[in-house]
Structures are given as structure tokens and as C-alpha cells.
């Protein structure tokens, strides 16, 4: 694993949600860098502003005060359209217990993202492929209701990864998960972020699974905290 | 249509469901189309088939009731026959009586005529697809419509009609229909159609005035030429109407008419917004799962094309349903006694109209798509 300069590059980010009295600072004051090929695992517990951290790197809001940089291009100051072409083209999600589309097979959830991403998949990354890099290719014609946690939960990094994204954004993963299967997806994702290079950001507030991730980073009432250096 | 395609396949049970309201909708649209034209041709059909351009009729008469109120003289015809443009005026009577026909072999069959007084000669007189054509000569002969040749009366068969005792002879059948007010043509000659106007029977005296009088101008316009029914009505003193202006003075017509497209379009409301709701709810239903893809990057214009093209699929199927189930229906309606005609146009124009509505409805439910979060994918925090 090589890592150059940082692909998701937070400075001083701040985010307030809602208004007047119930204002709160969801992010306060957040850096973070992210390089290709990192796992970076943000811990805390729920309100901690983990999800608004995903919501900020993702490009589905903007932040108040601060930059959110991805290839060059300052998302704080995007249109919507630019910030949808970000997600389309630059990001891959990974929600918990998966957030698969119902109506699709596994192997058509992959198909449909490329197909929002405007791309073909390369030889070596087409969805066949990829759902038997994550050990589902037996279960490509299958819907989600016909697949357990873990097993959406692949499917979920599979989609996310089919369209050759720089950033890997992972919201809760286990949390559907028992004990077991959770320490095989965070492997799962730990593998994929090494050998697609792609700066993984994971949120989550299950400590049994950060001993797969480069870096651990803490948030406590929107600010990033504690450093766990892994690798 | 990636996503709409699989949708559909994949709730079958919802579209299908949804489906078939629009087919039950469309099968009614149908059967109120061929109800419409069945009402339609029963009403009018006899005027339809005239080879007239426009009526023009005693300059006092209302539309609904022109047909049985106005008198016109031959001096007002011939007013007419004068203007510019005008190819052929003659006088035209209309009446309607009840009697009853009887045949050689002793059958009597119950009848009620729309008596239609035409010159024997003139551009009015019908060319009787068995038997003979009007003739002056023979003031008693009448060529009847193909519908009450249908209903058992026979060329020779003789109508005696109610209450003047007139009796007139079947020379001729006309092929189609030939109905006014729901009731059969016959055509008869003018001078004789002036007889039964005055209620003179057999031998009774007639007024002099009423060899002069018909009850309106009937008018055929040069080909290519307008006719200018300004200028007509001051020279003759009449009040003119286009052909079909004229149905409005067909009994009930208009009643019946403007009744059913009342239904008709009440059905086109309710079918968009059965679309609307079902589509709206479809849409409530997968608010997260649209969240997921407007998170993915999809665009809220792919989602609603995808949604618009999935809604086409299902109206134009169901419709299509509901149409061939229509026809079918109405293939047995067309040989009963229900005043019912299918004909390609209107049931054409429904079902482009059921379709077209449907989308709109779809559309105007698909715009919430545009409104859905993507950051709610994540759990929905701003």
C-alpha cells in the first residue's frame, strides 16, 4: 500500500444544524486528511456528529465555516449539481445494513450504480467480478430480502466500489451485524481500501472492529478528537 | 428505465392492482364512446347524411326546437337560391309521426317516422340502395332508413299513418342508418310531407299557403365557396345554422350529448388522479430508498423520467386492456337494442386522452422526487 497526498481534505469545518435556540454545532472546528489507500475509523457515540461528518465529506451539505477539498475542488463552495456530480463520480457510499434498492438483484445494484455514475466498468472491476471479490458471486441474482446483514452489507461495498470512487464514505456497517460478521465486513473494507487506493472514511460505535483500521479517530460533541495510530 | 422496468416486475402485485383500475376506467371510456356515438347517430344520423351545407330556418326560431317550430315559404327559398355561393336551395320539411306498417303476408309492424319532405327531384331525394328513388308522381311512395328495413318493413309495405289516416308505400330501403330524435327516416315527397304537416288526411281541404311551406331551407354551398349567412338571412329573412349546429334541434340531443362528455371527462379527472395518488403513495413508500440513490448521485430528473416511464408502461398496457375489453363488450352492445356505435376516432381520442392524463398525474406526483433529501439516507439529520 502506497499513500501520497491526502485524497479527502477537511479544514476547520463547521456545522450548525437547525436555527434560533435549537441550534447545534454538529461539527466543530473539524480537520481531517485523509490519504489514498487509509481506512480511517471515526468512533462516538450517537449525536456525536459522526453522520454529519459522512453527510459534510459526501458532499450532501455543505459546512458552515471551513473547506472540504477532494481532488483539488473546495465542496463548500459547490452547486448542488456539481455536488451531485461529486457523488456520482468521485464518492461511494456504504449505509448501514447495506440501504440496498429492493426491486434489484444483487448483481443489477452494482449495474444501477454505474449506470447513475454515467460509467462502463473496466474489465477487471465489472460487477460480476466484483461481487466475487466479496465473496457473493453465488448470490448475484438474489434480492436484498433474500440475503442476510452481511451479506447486503457486501453487496453495499461492492456497489460502492463498481464505480472506481476516490473516497469510500461507510456509515455504521455493523451495526446490523453480530460480533462475527462484523470483524469480516471492517476486514472486507480494510482489503478493498488497500487494493482500490481509495481514502475510506468509517464511521461507527462499535470498538471491537477498529483493529482492522489504519487510524481511529474520536468525535465528542463535534469535535475530532484522540489519535489511535494502527499501521 | 433501468430501475422502472425491475420495479415493475418486482411489485407486480401494486401495478397491477393500479393497472387494472385504469383498465376498468378505460372500459368504461369505451362504452361511454360507443354509447355517445350510438346516441349521436340516433339522434342525427339522418341529418348527417344529407348532402346539406346549412339549414336556414323562419327567422324567429330557437335552436332546440327549429326542426318543429320554423316555417319557411318557397319565396325565402328562392331568396336563397339567389345569394352568392349557394350551389343548390331547396325546401326541406321535417315531422315526426307514428303509425304502422303492414305487409302483404299480413304483418304490422308498430312505427314511428321522422317524416323527411324532400323535393323528388332536388339534391335532397336519397339514392335508395333497393328500390326506387322518390318520385313527384307517386306522392304516396317512401324510401325508408336501412334501420327500420331492419326492424322487418318491406319494400310494398304500406304505413298507415295514426290519426289522418295517410297511407304511403315503401319504394325504397336506404343502406345505413337514417334516424332523427331516436327515430327512423323515411323520406317522402314534399308536396305529400306538406299534407301530413297540415294534419290533412285523405280528402281533407289544405290551406294554400301550405303548398308554399317547408320547414327550412336546406342549402348546399359551391364547392371551395363559403356560404355568407349574414347576407342570406337579410335577403330571406331567415336565421341560418351550419349542418351541425342544426343537431341541437334533434329532441334531446344536446341533453344526451353534453351529459355523457360530462361523464366522459369526470372519468379522465378521476383516472389522473387515481394515477396521481397511487404514484404519490408509490413515492412516499420509497422515500429512503430514492434518498440512497439521490446520495448515489442520482439525479432527481433521472428518478422522475424513470417514474414518468414506468407510469407510461402501465397506462398504455392497461389501457390497452381496457380498450380490447371495451371492443368486446361493445361488439355485443352494437347488435342489441342500446343506441350503441364503436368507431376508431373517439375510442382512439379516449385512449390518447386516458394516457396522456394518466402521465400528467404521474408527473405531477413524481415532482415530490425532486424534493427528497439525499442527507436522509444517512439517517436524516438537517
Not at chain 1, 454545532?25 to 489514498?36: E, F, I, K, S
Not at chain 1, 453527510?55 to 463552495?77: F, I, M, Q
Not at chain 2, 417514474?307 to 386492456?321: D, E, I, N
Not at chain 2, 368486446?328 to 350503441?340: E, H, K
Request: aromatic share 4%; charged share 20%; with cysteine.
Amino acid at each position: 500500500m502506497t499513500r501520497g497526498s491526502a485524497a479527502l481534505e477537511l479544514a476547520h469545518v463547521t456545522l450548525r444544524l437547525g436555527d434560533g435556540d435549537a441550534q447545534v454545532t454538529a461539527l466543530d472546528d473539524v480537520t481531517l486528511d485523509v490519504t489514498p489507500g487509509e481506512l480511517v475509523a471515526v468512533l462516538g457515540p450517537s449525536g456525536s456528529g459522526k453522520s454529519s461528518l459522512l453527510a459534510v465529506a459526501g458532499g450532501l451539505t455543505r459546512p458552515d465555516e471551513g473547506s472540504v477539498r477532494v481532488g483539488g475542488v473546495d465542496l463548500a463552495t459547490a452547486s448542488r449539481r456539481e455536488l451531485a456530480r461529486y457523488r456520482r463520480e468521485q464518492v461511494g457510499f456504504v449505509f448501514q445494513s447495506g440501504n440496498l434498492i429492493p426491486a434489484l438483484t444483487a448483481v443489477d445494484q452494482l449495474r444501477f450504480a454505474l449506470r447513475i455514475a454515467g460509467r462502463r466498468a473496466d474489465a477487471a472491476h465489472t460487477p460480476e467480478l466484483l461481487l466475487e471479490r466479496v465473496g457473493m458471486s453465488a448470490r448475484a441474482g438474489h434480492r436484498p430480502h433474500q440475503l442476510s446483514g452481511g451479506e447486503r452489507q457486501r453487496v453495499g461495498i461492492a456497489r460502492a466500489l463498481v464505480t472506481r470512487p476516490s473516497v469510500l464514505l461507510v456509515d455504521e456497517p455493523t451495526a446490523a451485524l453480530d460480533r462475527a460478521r462484523s470483524r469480516e465486513i471492517v476486514a472486507l473494507l480494510a482489503q478493498e481500501t488497500h487494493e482500490f487506493g481509495v481514502a475510506t472514511v468509517m464511521v461507527t460505535h462499535d470498538h471491537d472492529v477498529i483493529g482492522a483500521c489504519d487510524r481511529v479517530l474520536e468525535m465528542v460533541d463535534g469535535k475530532l478528537g484522540q489519535v489511535h495510530a494502527h499501521s | 428505465m433501468f430501475l422502472g422496468a425491475r420495479e415493475l416486475l418486482f411489485a407486480r402485485g401494486h401495478f397491477s392492482l393500479m393497472g387494472a383500475v385504469v383498465a376498468l376506467i378505460a372500459l368504461l371510456v369505451v362504452l361511454l364512446s360507443g354509447l355517445s356515438t350510438g346516441l349521436v347517430n340516433d339522434g342525427v344520423s339522418g341529418l348527417q347524411r344529407l348532402p346539406v351545407t346549412a339549414f336556414a330556418f323562419d327567422d324567429d326560431t330557437k335552436t332546440d326546437s327549429a326542426f318543429s317550430r320554423s316555417v319557411v315559404s318557397f319565396d325565402q327559398v328562392a331568396d336563397w337560391a339567389d345569394q352568392p355561393g349557394v350551389a343548390e336551395a331547396a325546401p326541406f320539411g321535417n315531422a315526426l309521426v307514428n303509425g304502422s306498417a303492414t305487409g302483404g303476408d299480413g304483418r304490422t309492424v308498430p312505427v314511428d317516422l321522422a317524416l323527411f319532405g324532400v323535393p323528388a327531384g332536388s339534391f335532397l331525394a336519397p339514392e335508395p340502395v333497393e328500390g326506387n328513388r322518390l318520385d313527384d308522381g307517386d306522392p304516396a311512395g317512401i324510401v325508408i332508413s336501412g334501420t327500420l328495413a331492419d326492424q322487418g318493413v318491406r319494400i310494398g309495405d304500406t304505413v298507415v299513418l295514426d290519426r289522418i289516416g295517410t297511407e304511403l308505400t315503401v319504394v325504397g330501403t336506404l343502406a345505413e342508418q337514417h334516424t332523427y330524435g331516436h327515430v327512423d327516416v323515411a323520406y317522402v315527397p314534399l308536396a305529400t310531407w306538406q299534407e301530413v304537416h297540415a294534419g290533412a288526411g285523405p280528402g281533407d281541404p289544405l290551406r294554400e299557403e301550405a303548398r308554399s311551406e317547408a320547414t327550412a331551407v336546406a342549402l348546399l354551398a359551391e364547392d371551395g365557396a363559403q356560404l355568407d349567412p349574414a347576407a342570406g338571412d337579410d335577403a330571406a329573412g331567415t336565421r341560418t345554422l351550419t349542418l351541425e349546429e342544426s343537431f341541437g334541434a334533434s329532441p334531446g340531443y344536446t341533453a344526451e350529448t353534453s351529459t355523457l362528455n360530462l361523464i366522459e371527462g369526470f372519468l379522465y379527472v378521476i383516472s389522473a388522479l387515481v394515477i396521481g395518488a397511487f404514484f404519490t403513495v408509490w413515492t412516499i413508500n420509497r422515500r429512503h430508498e430514492l434518498a440512497v440513490i439521490r446520495a448515489m448521485g442520482g439525479t432527481a430528473g433521472y428518478l422522475v423520467r424513470d417514474t414518468v416511464a414506468q407510469a407510461a408502461v402501465v397506462l398504455v398496457l392497461a389501457t390497452a386492456v381496457g380498450v380490447l375489453a371495451g371492443l368486446g363488450l361493445g361488439a355485443l352492445l352494437a347488435g342489441s337494442s342500446m343506441p350503441f356505435a364503436l368507431e376508431a376516432a373517439p375510442v382512439a381520442t379516449a385512449a390518447a386522452l386516458l394516457v396522456l392524463l394518466g402521465l400528467l398525474g404521474a408527473a405531477a406526483a413524481a415532482v415530490r422526487i425532486a424534493r427528497i433529501d439525499p442527507l436522509t439516507a444517512l439517517g436524516g439529520q438537517r
